[in-house]
Every structure is written in structure tokens, then in C-alpha cells.
């Protein structure tokens, strides 16, 4: 089921230090796939960069032995040998013009080969980068309410910017290296085999000993950086906790202790990269020594060698130059290394939330429904929270037809809540069911039930942007619809009195809005949708008696609500659902009494007693 983004360990991250690179990492793979013409031609044309990157090393070599030849069996050099007179210098010939314009065109092409490659792996990154996030935010909004409820926010856009760019990262810069690497190397040893066999064997076994090194590096660094990665997840979750709630903190002079909060994980951070930079510098002298130990022995033995004739002097100056560019890709080893490490503690944390699976789903015989809500009903449902074993829910059975306005009171934790998640499917109960029209509400898909409710949450959600982008939320519309529902819900007398009126900005969550503000331009938002039902979470909490009154008033009133639309109502504050056509007093979970205002009045039992408390004695003896 939902995967747990914070603890996503496979059994080497269970071990003390020790852990292997490539067994998250590999999967990205397949997002190359879907781009395979874009990977194949960067591969070649990185093939072709790498060689063109070696030609001009062995037009040199050719060269020395052509001008050494030149210069020992000229009869320029020969009455040099016998007179002091220097002697004069032919015409250039067209060989040694040819060696120049080899050296040149390689150049060229290597230039035009290697930005090919470049752009085109690079292309290839940015594409999966994008599918990889968007799979990731795809199967992170199909998650169950219950999923936020245990992680922090800030943690989970770490992963959806940071840890995605790092395999962004992977591809583009890894794969190239790799490519280059394992290019330069065998195209180098076959190059130098052709060449000499026993200088090639002199230069490349010394290379043997990274081996072990790579082996002790990569088992060593990798656990160090995913404590890294969850480190600056901690660091984004706490900062944005404390921007979001900084009139808070200031209120309680909690400056000092938030600072202490973002202190500790940064210095988690600080410590792991500290460690990892500790085991990465004592890899990296490695590779000099091992680079060292080659190219002391090549210089040493192809004197040797050259001596005894088996190799040319053009042959050993190929061989030095070639030698010195295997010097960059042993270094970008060494770093590359250090990526796949980084690569792969980021795609453990990004493939824990591609892997992600809801608990709530559709059923694979699940259809959309067809028609409007006509009713609404629970039959002995019973319920509790994932995170809680005690039930919220006990028993609770009503129903709610088309142009009822059902109310639903009781003190806090009595469950009002719980019942308008279940009938919006952000839970499911564990005993008993929850039909619409009639029908066993999992028979229907989960987004065909949703589009046909209008919910107004008791903390309205605004997002970052106009009054008119909130209102509109999701779908196209004209502006006088948009005034129409603004109207209803008794919104549009503030927002025509600002300057910018439907584009004015709303500040991110709301916060340029006042509570009632919000409460008022998120019900305006539910309206838009014209729900078959809207539900109202202590939508009016934020409102003053008499805003509430007028907007009451023009959502039942002939002329603007819909005598179709079912209601249902969770209020502390009992004038908000005196009108209700029923109204359920709720206790830990269930039902203590049902009906209208007056006769739970008369009946003297739970609501009578928070409508008392509410109003006074007076207003109870006015009804």
C-alpha cells in the first residue's frame, strides 16, 4: 500500500556502512527508453567526439617520425653535419600540410560532435527529469488523505525539486561520462595494442588497483549521502512549517527556538557531507598515485623500448599524449563516482513516492455515475483512523434526499467531520456503507463522484494567485459567472471595492484575505461547480451572524439556490443549521438524537443544552 517516503530503506540501508551503488538507480533506464533515438545518437555522436579527440595524437606521432626521417636523410642535414654554413629550408611540402589539416578538421569535428552529444543527452535529461517528477506528483496526489497527515510537506517538495534535479543530473552528466570513459579507454587500448602490446600492458595494468578503491569508495559513501538527502528534506520541511506560520512564531518569540530546530538538521547536514567529503578525498589521491605509478612506468619502459627498436619515436609520442588525456577520464571517474553515489540516495527517496499506492482507488468494475446526486445515505457505518485504534464512527445510519439540508452538531472528536470525508471518499469505512442514490458508493469512480460536490473545507484553502484564479479553480468560465457565485456567497461586496477586483492577489494561502474572506470566496468556488451536493465543514465559522444570515438566505432562496442540491452542514455554532430540514446530534461517534430545530428542542437532551449555551435561556424560550 502507500509507501512510506521517510523510512524507504531496501536491506543495505539497513547495514552499518557498507552499501552498494546501482540498485535504485538503474531505474531510470526505462525514461531513456521512451527517448531511445535522442540516447543512441548522443551515444554516437560522443563515439565520434572521442575519436576525433584522439586523432590529432596520432597525426603528431606520424608527424615526428615523417619530420624525423626528413630531417637524419636530407642532404640539407648532411652539409649541415659537415659545414657550419645552416642550410636552406625547402618549400613545405604537401604531407606536412596534410598534418596540419588533420589536426585542424579533427578539432572541427570534435567541437561539433561533442556539442551534439551534449545537447542531445542533455535534451534527453530534461524530458526525463520531467516524466520522472510528474509521475512522482501523479502518484503523490492519487494518495489518500490519511498519507499528508503523517509527513511534512516541505520533506516531500524536497524530493519533488531537489532529489529529481539530482537524477536530472544523472543523466546528463553521468551518462556522458560514462560513455566518454568507457569510449576513451577502449578505443586508447586498442589504438596502443596496434601499437605496442607490451607499453599498452605497462600503462593499463597499474589501473587494476582502482578497482578495490572504487569497490571501498562506493560501499562506504553512499549511506552518508542518503542521510544527506533526508537532511535537506528536514531542513525544506521545517522552513517551510516556519515561513507559513511566522506571525505564530513571532507571536511566542519562538525565533530563537525554530532557529535551534533548523541548527539541528543543518548540522546533520553539515556533519554527513563532512564525512563524505572526508571519504571522497581520501579516494581521490588514490587515483593520482595509481596515475603515477602508470605513466612513471610508460615514460621508464618506452625508453627502453624505443631503444631496442620495437617502437617508433612517433609511436612513444602517441602513446605520452594519449596517456595524458586517460588523465581526465580516471579524475571524472573519481567524480563520477561521487554522482551515482549522491544519484542513487535521491531515486531511493523519488521511486519511494513513483511507487506510492493509494488505498483509495477505483474498483475495476467501478463506473462513472451517470446523473445527478439524488440521495445520500449511511447504513451502520463504522470507522476509525489508520493512526488511531479507537473508532470515530460507531453505528452512524441516516439518509439525505434531493433539496434537503441536512445539519450535523456535537463537540469536537464526535466524528461531524469524519462523515464528510467518507461521503467525498478520502476514507473508506471499515463496517457498514455509504450509498449514493441507492448505491454502494465504491460501484462508482472516485473522480465522476467528486465532480458533482461542492466542498468548503472549515480552514478555506486559498491558493497563490487572483481572487478570479480561486474562484475559478480548475475550470474555464466568464467573468459574470464568476461575479454571479461571488454574489451568492456574499463575496462580491469586498472584492468590487478592491482595486484590482477579480484580479486582485490573494497571497499565498489566503494570507491577504481576512478568514471570513476566504470562508466567502472558497464557498464561491464550491457554487461554481453548481454540486449536485455541497458540503459545508464549518464553512461559516469565520463569518459574522449577519454575513452568515445573507448568504443562508441566497443559497436557499428560490431565486438563487438550487431546490435540487442536497446540503450538508457540520456547524459548532447551532444558528448555522437551525433551518436544516434534519439535524443529528452526535456523541464519541454516534448518534444521539435526530430532527428539526424545535423538536430537539423539546426534546431537552444535547442539542437543547448547546442551544442554551449558545443563545441563553431566552433564546431557547423564544422558539
Request: glycine share 8%.
Amino acid at each position: 500500500m502507500g509507501g512510506d517516503l521517510s523510512i524507504s530503506k531496501d536491506a543495505s540501508d539497513l547495514k552499518d556502512e557498507k552499501q552498494v551503488v546501482g540498485r535504485k538507480i538503474w531505474r531510470i533506464v526505462p525514461y531513456i527508453k521512451r527517448y531511445w533515438k535522442r540516447a543512441v545518437g548522443g551515444v554516437l555522436a560522443n563515439a565520434a567526439a572521442r575519436a576525433f579527440d584522439l586523432i590529432p595524437f596520432i597525426a603528431i606521432g606520424m608527424a615526428a617520425d615523417y619530420y624525423r626521417d626528413k630531417v637524419y636523410t636530407s642532404p640539407a642535414m648532411e652539409s649541415l653535419v659537415n659545414s657550419d654554413i645552416l642550410p636552406s629550408v625547402g618549400p613545405i611540402s604537401s604531407v606536412e600540410i596534410s598534418f596540419g589539416l588533420l589536426i585542424f578538421l579533427s578539432f572541427t569535428f570534435l567541437a561539433v560532435f561533442q556539442g551534439l552529444s551534449e545537447y542531445l543527452w542533455q535534451s534527453t535529461a530534461y524530458k526525463v527529469q520531467h516524466d520522472i517528477r510528474m509521475e512522482a506528483t501523479t502518484s503523490l496526489m492519487a494518495m489518500e488523505a490519511s498519507y499528508f497527515e503523517t509527513r511534512q510537506t516541505g520533506n516531500l517538495m524536497s524530493v519533488l525539486s531537489a532529489d529529481v534535479a539530482q537524477l536530472e543530473d544523472i543523466v546528463s552528466d553521468s551518462s556522458t561520462s560514462i560513455i566518454r570513459i568507457v569510449i576513451t579507454f577502449s578505443t586508447a587500448f586498442a589504438i596502443m595494442i596496434w601499437m605496442s602490446a607490451k607499453l599498452a600492458l605497462i600503462l593499463f595494468i597499474p589501473l587494476i588497483l582502482i578497482i578495490p578503491m572504487v569497490v571501498w569508495f562506493s560501499t562506504r559513501v553512499q549511506r552518508r549521502y542518503r542521510r544527506q538527502r533526508e537532511s535537506t528534506g528536514g531542513i525544506v520541511a521545517i522552513l517551510e512549517n516556519v515561513l507559513s506560520g511566522i506571525t505564530v512564531v513571532q507571536a511566542y518569540n519562538a525565533s530563537e527556538f525554530e532557529r535551534s530546530r533548523v541548527e539541528g538538521e543543518s548540522g546533520e547536514y553539515r556533519d554527513q557531507a563532512i564525512h563524505a567529503s572526508n571519504l571522497r578525498n581520501r579516494f581521490l589521491p588514490g587515483i593520482y598515485v595509481v596515475a603515477g605509478i602508470s605513466f612513471g612506468l610508460l615514460v621508464s619502459a618506452g625508453g627502453w623500448l624505443m631503444e631496442s627498436g620495437e617502437i617508433t619515436v612517433g609511436q612513444f609520442v602517441t602513446f605520452l599524449l594519449i596517456s595524458t588525456r586517460m588523465t581526465m577520464p580516471m579524475f571524472i571517474l573519481g567524480m563520477l563516482l561521487n554522482q551515482l553515489q549522491k544519484g542513487e540516495a535521491a531515486s531511493k527517496r523519488v521511486f519511494a513516492l513513483v511507487d506510492l499506492e493509494p488505498s483509495i482507488f477505483d474498483k475495476p468494475d467501478a463506473v462513472p455515475l451517470d446523473g445527478p446526486i439524488r440521495s445520500i445515505s449511511f447504513d451502520n457505518v463504522t470507522f476509525a483512523y489508520p493512526t488511531s485504534e479507537a473508532n470515530v464512527l460507531n453505528g452512524i445510519s441516516f439518509s439525505v434526499s434531493s433539496g434537503e439540508f441536512l445539519g450535523v452538531m456535537g463537540h469536537t472528536g464526535a466524528g461531524k467531520s469524519t462523515i464528510l470525508k467518507l461521503v467525498e471518499k478520502f476514507y473508506e469505512p471499515h463496517l457498514g456503507s455509504v450509498k449514493i442514490n441507492g448505491i454502494e458508493i465504491n460501484a462508482y469512480t472516485v473522480e465522476s463522484i467528486r465532480d458533482r460536490i461542492g466542498f468548503v473545507s472549515q480552514d478555506p484553502f486559498l491558493f497563490y494567485g487572483s481572487v478570479r484564479d480561486n474562484v475559478a479553480y480548475a475550470r474555464e468560465t466568464s467573468d459574470d459567472e464568476i461575479r454571479r457565485v461571488l454574489e451568492i456567497a456574499g463575496a462580491w461586496e469586498f472584492v468590487s471595492e478592491m482595486t484590482d477586483g477579480l484580479k486582485t492577489m490573494v497571497g499565498d494561502r489566503g494570507v491577504m484575505m481576512s478568514g471570513g474572506q476566504r470562508a466567502r470566496i472558497a464557498l464561491a468556488r464550491a457554487l461554481l461547480k453548481d454540486p449536485d451536493l455541497l458540503i459545508l465543514d464549518e464553512a461559516s465559522a469565520a463569518l459574522d451572524a449577519e454575513t452568515e444570515r445573507r448568504i443562508q438566505q441566497s443559497l436557499f432562496s428560490g431565486s438563487n439556490g438550487d431546490e435540487q442540491r442536497i446540503t450538508i452542514a457540520v456547524a459548532h455554532r447551532l444558528a448555522t443549521i437551525r433551518n436544516a430540514d434534519e439535524i443529528i446530534a452526535m456523541v464519541d461517534g454516534a448518534i444521539v438524537e435526530r430532527g428539526s430545530h424545535n423538536k430537539l428542542l423539546g426534546n431537552e437532551n444535547v442539542y437543547a443544552s448547546q442551544w442554551s449555551i449558545q443563545t441563553g435561556d431566552l433564546g431557547a424560550a423564544e422558539v
